[in-house]
């Protein structure tokens, strides 16, 4: 199983952006999926996640700002980010919960998002 995520970039504060990821590859069926970041010196850090039911968990910084919403039917996930903080910066990482014979955790390369203030 693979993971590709794709949309980041540099973006000034308060402006937006759409980060999606994708997972391919053999047989799978997918429980959670989310987006994690890690910013220089930083631990990476839970952003939000969205179960194969579509709840939602979004940490604290980012609630009203981010939306993380899944098509379950393309095996996607994907993050609207809206009005971005410098302190958003980071290497944003999907990650998803796969089973194939027994449950794993996947991750995405990571896509560096860069807010200029």
């Known amino acids: 199983v693979q993971l590709q995520a794709s949309g980041g970039g540099l973006v000034q504060a308060g402006g937006y952006l759409r980060l999606s990821c994708t997972a391919s590859?053999?047989?799978?069926?997918?429980?959670?999926m989310g987006w994690y970041r890690q910013a220089p010196g930083k631990q990476r850090e839970l952003v939000a996640t969205v179960s194969n039911g579509g709840t939602t968990n979004y940490v604290d910084s980012v609630k009203g700002r981010f939306t993380i919403s899944r098509d379950n039917a393309k095996n996607a996930v994907y993050l609207q980010m809206n009005n971005l903080k410098p302190e958003d910066t980071a290497v944003y990482y999907c990650n998803a919960v796969i089973r194939i014979v027994t449950i794993n955790n996947y991750w995405g390369k990571g896509t560096q998002l860069t807010v200029s203030s």
């Open positions: 590859g053999s047989t799978f069926i997918i429980n959670a």
